[in-house]
């Protein structure tokens, strides 16, 4: 039997505690430890909300993560000393995440950090449900088919990321971490004749979600709010 360290980070999908898989029900009920992601101790994170619903019992740990550009990396520091010392009393902690962790996630911060602090850490992942399949499931978008292409973006800088992704009519464009910038990214789409089939939604499977289409009406949304624009031309 192995004695080798292992953090896992867990993808928990975007909210619907449905959508969490057979796999990471079992790595997390076999983990020695479970951690999840907060803002604040006394604040239950998105996260920490799906799987107290998916598995009712199943402690948790809060780990603060202040995500502020000044405050972050003494954050991540912090956070990975903590997941250290708990790997050594126990040998084998989960980390769950919103989404998958491989993506826009927490969780490769994290691991980074704590392989520095415990080289010899095995660091493995379980993929998770992301948004943007959830909001195609529950808006009927078909994202992709035949030879069009996927851009992924973030516009957590703001829109302009948009018009490199325009530049390709031929590839359906998702875009995270965007809220505050929806009514900007719906002119974008409209002078680009890209607007037809765009939908938005934030906290979907959570509290107050909301989905439909993006339009020049459509006001402000989360952080976390997800945009797909199907390619251009093709019929929905």
């Known amino acids: 039997m192995s004695s080798a360290l292992r953090l896992t980070g867990v ?3 975007p909210g619907d505690p449905e959508l969490l898989t057979a796999r ?15 803002m ?8 920490e909300w799906i799987v107290a619903r998916a598995l009712p019992g199943l402690v948790m740990e809060r780990l603060a993560i202040n995500l502020d550009p ?12 903590q997941v250290a010392t708990a790997l050594d009393e126990v040998g084998d902690v989960a980390f769950v995440t919103l989404g998958d962790p491989n993506v826009y996630s927490t969780f490769g911060y994290l691991a980074r950090g704590v392989s520095s602090l415990r080289p010899g850490v095995v660091v493995e992942t379980v993929p998770g449900i992301m948004a943007f399949q959830d909001l195609a499931a529950r808006s009927g978008t078909v994202v992709l088919e035949g030879a069009e292409r996927l851009v992924l973006v973030s516009a957590a800088g703001g829109p302009d990321v948009l018009d490199a992704a325009l530049d390709d009519p031929e590839a359906a464009i998702v875009v995270y971490k965007g809220g505050r910038h929806l009514p900007a990214m719906a002119q974008r789409l409209a002078a680009a004749g890209r ?3 765009a939908v938005v939604g934030e906290l979907l499977g959570l509290p107050g ?4 289409a ?3 009406q459509t006001r402000e949304a989360g952080y976390l709010a997800t945009v797909i624009v199907p390619p251009k031309g093709r019929r929905q």
Do not use: W
Request: charged share 30%; proline share 4%; glycine share 14%.
């Open 24 to 38: 990471a029900v079992r790595v997390l009920k076999e983990a020695g430890r479970v951690f999840a992601p907060t």
């Open 195 to 197: 607007a037809e089939g």
């Open 209 to 212: 979600e909301r989905f439909g």
């Open 70 to 81: 000044a405050a972050r990396e003494a954050a991540y520091r912090e956070a990975a000393g």
């Open 214 to 216: 993006l339009t020049a």
């Open 11 to 13: 993808g928990v999908g």
């Open 40 to 47: 604040a101790p006394d604040v239950e994170g998105r996260a």
